[in-house]
């Protein structure tokens, strides 16, 4: 049976229109001239801003008083004719599904700008100068064999402003990320006097949107669900811009681990600095790393966080502090770390993590003479999404300060370091450097140089960002992707980790990177941490 029972619909067609044509001719045109992704935008550049995409476009406009999403879906570069349901997931709240009924569908957010605009003034931001990513998860179904259907599903995500109501266009070339298989699951139908006896009274509209429009009785339908299972936020976390694993060797002869980070937004990025949404969906077993997450503009280049900690061993006369570099004051003592065993150290920005779980279900409903009955029938995927804002201080004028925050062996940073002993997720390992001697220091540079990044082809597609799941809980990953082949002069983001021993030893610097959906760029490619495992082994 299909997902969606069409109802009387309008023909959609895609108009363009070129300055100075009769709209009347484009109109009668379009249908059969709709021009690919890669020519032009298939809308009016009129009334909005613009964003092209590596999967098509978004049009962002003022709208009345609530926000709105309409989307268009395309195949093959023209407007397909095929049916979709869709859901739209943002940091606070359930999912909000819609149907696209022959590739044409949208739904209303209601006054969700607002709700972002409070989280932006709760972090110190003013509204103008941010902007959320919002991920949008379409899925349709096809015909696979005489037994199964495919169920397809592509995951995207837009941008909105909490300033004021968005008016949001999405024009999207559907090309399916995930692809799993049900078993055919046709109409159910009852007797024919049943059938007769519950037509006297038409049934209400399911309250689901990709259900039938116009449903029959005496049958059931088989319909698609987002359901929201826990939205939590997170205060006073690490976001994490450099994470250090010691092993018990390096613990045992180390005097100190000093760890500097640094961000500077410059004008190569249009001063502009994103931590991207993080997701996992289950099914598919991998992590995507959304173009979109939370966003903020400067006014100029000026640092955002400048800090530099020195963690010291429980043994140590030396004790650990931290010094935030832009405030001229000290902002954490952060605890000792215990000599012969191993220790995983962080240092980022202090900030609140959102983490919404969502789950897919394949639902009937039927109709029993007086309403609906629901019945959930089996469960498609559960999905993850990570949001991260940093608590800022504003300097007035489009300039903002982030809190520096350090940590030492908490579950966030331990479970980073964890992830490169692991053989669970598909992770690669590099050594950055290798000798003897009685000290280590490297910069994040060297870090994403070695692991081989696009990041470096495609400088300035986002900041930080990534997540990971494991037993029902989600970290952020400290994920390089916006490294400049400039780095070393623009010092767009910068880190150094010195690590000072007692004695002389050999040592092996390693670092991993993560395999990770960029959605920025369309491609899964193994991008490397801002994490350093310094390595000494033996003396020498």
């Known amino acids: 049976m299909e997902l969606l029972k069409r109802g009387p619909l309008d023909l959609c067609v895609l108009r363009t229109y070129f300055v100075g044509l009769v709209l009347a001719l484009a109109a009668a045109l379009a249908f059969v001239t709709a021009p690919k992704f890669s020519a032009m935008p298939p809308l009016s550049l009129l009334g909005g801003e613009v964003l092209k995409e590596p999967w098509g476009y978004v049009k962002i406009s003022s709208s009345g008083d609530e926000d709105e999403i309409s989307i ?16 739209v997931v943002g940091p606070v709240g359930g999912p909000k599904s819609g149907a696209a009924v022959r590739g044409r569908g949208g739904v209303k957010l209601g006054r969700y700008y607002a709700e972002l605009a409070n989280i932006a003034a709760e972090h110190g931001y003013k509204p103008k100068d941010v902007e959320f990513g919002l991920m949008i998860d379409l899925l349709r179904e096809t015909e696979h064999n005489e037994t199964h259907v495919a169920v397809e599903r592509m995951l995207i995500s837009i941008p909105l402003r909490p300033e ?13 990320q995930i ?35 116009y449903p029959q009785p005496g049958f059931s339908y088989l319909c698609i669900e987002w359901v929201l299972v826990s939205s939590q936020a997170l205060t006073n976390q690490l976001i994490p811009t450099l994470v250090a694993y010691l092993t018990n060797y390096d613990t045992l002869y180390s005097g100190y681990v000093e760890v500097y980070s640094i961000i500077i937004v410059d004008k190569k990025t249009g001063l502009k600095i994103t931590l991207p949404l993080g997701g996992i969906p289950l099914s598919k077993g991998k992590y995507y790393l959304f173009k979109y997450g939370f966003s903020v503009t400067l006014s100029s280049s000026v640092p955002l966080m400048s ?106 940073i331990e479970y980073i370091s964890a992830l490169f002993n692991t053989q669970e997720y598909p992770i690669s390992r590099f050594t950055i450097g290798s000798g003897c001697g009685v000290g280590i220091a490297y910069e994040n540079y060297a870090v994403v140089q070695r692991g081989g990044s696009l990041s470096l082809a495609q400088p300035f597609l986002s900041l930080l960002g990534g997540a990971a799941c494991a037993a029902g809980y989600c970290y952020l990953l400290p994920i390089a992707t916006s490294i400049d082949v400039n780095y070393k002069t623009s010092e767009h983001i910068n880190g150094f980790i010195a690590i000072s021993y007692t004695r002389p030893v050999y040592y092996e610097t390693r670092g991993m990177g993560i395999l990770t959906y960029l959605e920025s760029i369309g491609v899964e490619a193994y991008v490397p941490a801002l994490f350093i495992r310094p390595g000494a082994y033996d003396n020498c």
């Open 179 to 213: 692809v799993t298989y049900r078993k055919k699951d046709g109409s159910q139908s009852t007797s024919q006097t049943q059938k007769q006896q519950l037509q006297s009274t038409p049934p209400p509209k399911i309250q689901n949107p990709s259900c039938p429009q």
């Open 307 to 412: 800090l530099g900690c020195s963690f010291t061993p429980d043994s140590s006369p030396i004790s650990p502090s931290c010094f935030d570099i832009l405030r001229g004051n000290q902002f954490d003592t952060p605890p000792r770390y215990s000599r012969g065993s191993v220790a995983s150290l962080g240092v980022g920005a202090s900030g609140t993590v959102w983490i919404v779980t969502y789950e897919i279900w394949w639902v009937v409903y039927e109709w029993n003479g007086s309403g609906w009955t629901r019945q959930p029938r089996y469960k498609e995927d559960t999905v993850y999404g990570l949001w991260a804002v940093p608590y800022a201080e504003s300097k007035g004028d489009g300039i903002y300060w982030w809190y520096p925050k350090a940590a030492v062996n908490t579950p966030d």
């Open 164 to 176: 004021r109501p968005n008016k949001i266009e999405v024009f999207v070339e559907f090309k399916p």
């Open 72 to 87: 268009t879906v395309f195949e093959n570069g023209r407007p397909s004719n095929r049916d979709y349901a869709f859901a």
